[in-house]
């Protein structure tokens, strides 16, 4: 495996019939949902690779004599608006729009031009024809329309479209900025949390995203935990957020590691707006926003590990930056783990369950066995010890389809989709 194929972002677009992965060589692969199958047992249409382009080169920049990356940060598909796709890719850097849209008929019969596209001599032009349309095999292709770049002195983490679909911000670890989507040469600096002097940085912003219907909202997380709800409407800098989000922390349960723990990794808002879901390092989180205080939920992702913090930090696993996820009526969240794991949370049940992502449980019709993991000596027949889980395997980015059972799971240079009876138990 190339470092290149490594997956760093998954994306379904609105409808679900689409779903776009990025990948650290700057690669973005679209899988369309092929039509379902009228005889059985084949009820869903399985994915298949639609289009494949490179969005993102390696770049220098001279000024600080640093190398950008053309690792694929996150991609964000703007609703469809004609017979065309659009999504918006992101490195550290440089933000890019990009059109998607099929030809299957081409032009024939020109009056100026042979069929090569070469001018005829005019003299020869004595009589005036229709060009007519004739079907050719389709074609998908792929052009960069815009390209956003010198916004970001930092790394770009997060790109979110406004629901007014004309705007768009992205964020680096000290600001935020808006961007029309027709403008690429400004971007409007909606937070800049960047102190005078850097000695005195006490937090950084770790994700952003807008409201789902309410074009004035936003919100953004920070590496201390807190969630900012800010309100365009009240000032054009953001730095007044209008509601603040924390959890006091228990001191009984202060260590060393608790600051970077607690650093929010993901914020998602639920399909209704209402809530707001979180994942850090050990936990995912659900807000209620009309409630600051704390959160409504917390669910524990892999306590297991809290006596392990020590060895996962000196191997840096402690930074690892999980995702989460919301299903389409915001009853069930996800979100990945280590060992190839991803966990499912019912929010009406209070049930959860373990999954393992793996090429055994990827065969066709394979049903998903649930996985435990267990800490003391005492452990059942499928029990895997913590000890022996692989650290190297780790769940970080996953999407769950708009409306359906359907899920698509990065483990590192693998996609894996899930899909209809996920587990009946979580549905």
Avoid at 100 to 107: A, F, L, T
Avoid at 210 to 237: E, I, Q, T, W
Avoid at 247 to 259: A, H, K, Q, T, Y
Avoid at 415 to 423: A, E, G, P, S, T
Wanted: charged share 30%.
């Amino acid at each position: 495996m190339s470092c290149a194929d490594i997956i760093s972002t998954v994306e379904f677009n609105h409808t679900g019939e689409l779903l776009a992965t990025g990948d650290k060589g700057g690669r973005v692969v679209i899988f369309q949902r092929e039509p379902e199958c009228k005889n059985e047992p084949c009820t869903q249409g399985e994915y298949n690779v639609y289009s494949t382009f490179q969005s993102h080169e390696p770049e220098f920049d001279y000024l600080k004599s640093l190398e950008i990356e053309e690792k694929i940060n996150k991609i964000k598909w703007l609703p469809q608006q004609n017979a065309a796709h659009s999504l918006l890719s992101t490195n550290d850097k440089t933000i890019k729009l990009w059109k998607i849209s099929e030809r299957d008929k081409r032009p024939e019969g020109y009056n100026l031009k042979d069929e090569e596209g070469k001018l005829k001599d005019l003299s020869t032009v004595t009589s005036l024809q229709v060009p007519v349309l004739k079907p050719m095999d389709l074609m998908v292709e792929v052009s960069p329309r815009r390209i956003f770049s010198n916004g970001h002195t930092y790394h770009v983490n997060s790109i979110s479209v406004n629901s007014d679909c004309e705007t768009y911000m992205s964020a680096d670890d000290l600001r935020i900025n808006l961007w029309h989507l027709a403008i690429t040469d400004r971007s409007f600096n909606i937070v800049d949390i960047k102190p005078a002097n850097m000695e005195d940085l006490t937090e950084v912003i770790t994700a952003a995203e807008f409201h789902p219907y309410h074009c004035n909202l936003f919100v953004y997380s920070s590496s201390k935990g807190s969630l900012r709800l800010c309100d365009m409407r009240a000032s054009a800098l953001c730095d007044k957020h209008c509601k603040l989000y924390e959890e006091p922390e228990d001191p009984s349960n202060r260590s060393f590691f608790s600051e970077i723990i607690s650093s929010v990794s993901d914020v998602k808002f639920s399909h209704s707006g209402r809530y707001m879901l979180t994942r850090d390092y050990l936990t995912v989180k659900v807000w209620d926003l009309n409630m600051e205080t704390k959160p409504i939920e917390t669910y524990q992702v892999h306590d297991y590990l809290r006596s392990k913090l020590c060895s996962l930090y000196e191997n840096d696993c402690i930074f690892d930056k999980f995702e989460c996820a919301w299903n389409g009526s915001d009853s069930v969240i996800m979100t990945g783990a280590y060992n190839n794991f991803f966990r499912m949370f019912d929010r009406n049940t209070k049930r959860d369950v373990t999954l393992e992502a793996s090429r055994e449980s990827s065969k066709p019709r394979a049903v998903l066995k649930p996985r435990r993991v267990c800490v003391g000596g005492k452990r059942r027949k499928d029990d895997i010890s913590v000890d022996s889980l692989d650290f190297t395997k780790k769940i970080l980015h996953t999407a769950w389809h708009p409306t359906e059972n359907i899920i698509a799971i990065a483990a590192t240079n693998n996609l894996y989709i899930f899909q209809d009876k996920v587990n009946s138990d979580m549905r």
